[in-house]
């Protein structure tokens, strides 16, 4: 023995180390023979989908024993045991590529089948439902034959079934769901504000089409500003003949909008309903803000409707005094008091404590935009500005009813802007500061030069927010996407399309969040829609080649906060399309004194 200690260590070492390897492929036998499938309910379909739980555990397991395995094939004490090893390996490697599949698969079965079980896009797509019907069987043959034998190896390795179903049903859902996006790009075409929400909810929405009451809820998703709710005629369950806003504000249809036909052509009918009150109600308030007494003009109309209106008395009291301020001594300083009382009278008005929360909401929003227009009466005074063409005055926000043109025209400078009719709701104002006079006269000088606005700054100093008030005071529904890395053309293409379409504001926050190859992209898209404006284009032909018709009160915000980290810098193309507003701390004394007067 002595002689041959070598030889003999080695084979005794050989053998130690075999035996480690024979034990650990049995511990792998035995585990995998007890490892069982388990499964979840699945509304009334019964145990038919893998539990997430438990495959996270079977996955965690499998890529584990796979690592064990291929340090073993590697080791040359494996040898006896290779073909054990080899089979472990190409067994648990089938495993892994079939979970890996039926969990995409099962997912896009539970996607199908909770749109293909509601009737209206059964209807509408006919072929596609009778595809996902033959899915849904094989799916459930190979649920079948999974609950039937239970075990993991056995159901995933060497079963014929799986491995020949799983690809084809992959293949058919796939096709089913290229159907289902032509479908929803086809619906969102006829109703450009469905642009504007997610997949799910948009076939959600178009499964409840029949069912106008019951869409009610989505009104919030994206599809309207501040119209929660309607309410139908008791005889005539098709007739919407009231709108809320989500403070439960009241405005009655001008003419009652008939909730009939696809989805898609009344949700339009019921935009236009919308915004022809609106108009109506702003044209009625035009006269009656002469003839009504102040408290029975603001709580006697919508919140927006009583603010325009004390905003065409101011507008119109002041051009009329700077007209004939050069003949007439003390015009201004007439014009100065009725302004003041009027202040003095809407504040007495906030004392009384019978006021209804909206009530109340609504007089302080005209306070806070009155005190503005009074501030600018003193100021006009104070400069002795005695011409209606002066810039001091022109610099303002103007409005006036066009009898000629029948609508409202906000000017700013030299830009006038039509009025939009979105239904506002009762919305609280920001104060306006100096800082906001600028921004506003930036981004309406952008909008007249057929160009983008883009409020840069730090964090908290309402870039956001005073593109949104922009908005509001033109009547507009200004529609806020939170930018991230995760965006690609595509759905940047969409965004842009639908706001080219229905004619809205869209304020991109934190832009520079977006990857730079999309941005460059995003350059082109913005490019084509501003072109389109500029050249007073009813259609355009849009990046991805389709025809799009054009609403040109379109506008494009974008937001940036300077310098972080992962923030890019905006290349030269993108940068040129929009005009820069550096936003900075604004001034709290002035927002302190108006929100306690």
Same mark, same amino acid.
């Given at each position: ?23 650990? +492929? ?44 291929? @340090?073993?094939?590697? $080791? ?22 079939? %979970? ?24 509408? +797509? ?46 058919? +859902?796939?096709?089913?769901?290229? /159907? ?30 029949? $069912? ?22 008791? $005889?005539?369950? @098709? ?54 007494? +102040? ?29 004939? /301020? ?54 006009? %005074? ?37 009025? /939009? ?93 977006? $990857? ?29 080649? /389709? ?51």
């Amino acid at each position: 023995l002595l002689a041959n200690l070598e030889e003999v260590e080695e084979t005794a070492g050989a053998a130690v180390k075999e035996e480690q390897i024979e034990v650990k +492929l049995a511990q792998i036998g035995e585990e995998w023979q007890d490892l069982q499938l388990s499964f979840a309910e699945y509304k009334t379909r019964g145990p038919v989908i893998l539990k997430a739980s438990d495959i996270g555990e079977i996955t965690e397991k499998l890529e584990d024993t796979q690592m064990t395995l291929s @340090s073993m094939s590697t $080791n040359r004490y494996s040898m006896p045991f290779r073909e054990e090893v080899n089979t472990w390996i190409s067994k648990l490697s089938t495993v892994s590529e079939i %979970i890996e599949q039926w969990i995409i698969v099962q997912n896009m079965w539970m996607y199908m089948e909770a749109v293909f079980s509601g009737g209206d896009i059964v209807k509408q +797509l006919p072929q596609e439902a009778k595809r996902f019907s033959n899915i849904d069987k094989n799916y459930m043959k190979i649920v079948q034959n999974a609950l039937e034998v239970m075990n993991v190896v056995q159901t995933c390795y060497g079963n014929e079934l799986m491995k020949s179903l799983l690809p084809h049903l992959l293949e058919q +859902l796939e096709l089913c769901q290229k /159907s289902l996006s032509a479908y929803l790009e086809q619906k969102r075409a006829e109703f450009p504000r469905f642009y504007f929400v997610s997949d799910p909810t948009l076939l959600e929405i178009l499964s409840l089409g029949s $069912n106008p009451q019951a869409v009610q809820p989505h009104f919030q998703s994206g599809l309207f500003d501040s119209l929660t709710a309607v309410t139908f005629d008791k $005889n005539d369950k @098709s007739l919407m003949t009231e709108m809320f806003s989500p403070q439960n504000e009241k405005v009655v249809f001008e003419a009652p909008v008939k909730a009939a036909g696809n989805i898609e052509v009344w949700l339009q009918s019921l935009v236009d309903g919308m915004q022809d009150t609106v108009k109506a109600n702003i044209k009625r308030a035009y006269t009656e803000v002469n003839e009504q007494s +102040l408290e029975d003009f603001i709580f006697g109309h919508p919140a927006q409707v009583s603010l325009l209106g004390i905003q065409f008395l101011w507008t119109a009291d002041n051009q009329t005094a700077l007209a004939s /301020s050069k003949t007439e001594k003390n015009v201004m300083t007439k014009c100065m008091k009725k302004t003041d009382q009027i202040l003095k009278d809407m504040v007495n008005l906030t004392i009384r404590t019978d006021l209804s929360k909206i009530q109340r909401k609504n007089l302080e929003t005209c306070v806070t935009v009155h005190m503005h227009q009074r501030d600018t009466t003193e100021e006009l %005074i104070k400069k002795k500005v005695k011409d209606p063409t002066d810039f001091e005055w022109l610099k303002q926000a103007r409005f006036y009813w066009k009898e000629d043109q029948n609508t409202v025209i906000i000017s700013v400078c030299d830009v006038d802007l039509e009025y /939009s009719y979105e239904y506002l709701g009762v919305k609280e104002r920001l104060v306006i500061t100096p800082l906001t006079d600028i921004c506003y006269v930036t981004l309406t000088q952008a909008l007249g030069m057929y160009l983008g606005g883009a409020p840069a700054g730090p964090a908290g100093t309402g870039k956001t927010e005073t593109t949104k008030d922009l908005g509001n005071t033109l009547g507009k529904f200004v529609v806020v996407f939170n930018c991230s890395d995760q965006m690609n053309y595509k759905g940047m293409g969409k965004i842009y399309r639908g706001l080219a379409q229905s004619g809205l504001w869209g304020c991109f926050d934190e832009f520079n969040r977006i $990857n730079l190859d999309v941005l460059s992209v995003c350059a082109q898209q913005v490019f084509c829609v501003l072109s389109a404006i500029r050249e007073n284009k009813k259609q355009f032909v849009f990046t991805d080649g /389709s025809l799009v018709s054009l609403d040109p009160r379109v506008g494009f915000f974008i937001t940036m906060n300077p310098g972080y980290a992962g923030r890019q810098e905006l290349p030269e193309n993108l940068k040129s399309l929009f005009r820069g507003v550096t936003m900075m701390v604004p001034n709290r004394q002035i927002i302190m004194k108006v929100k306690l007067a």
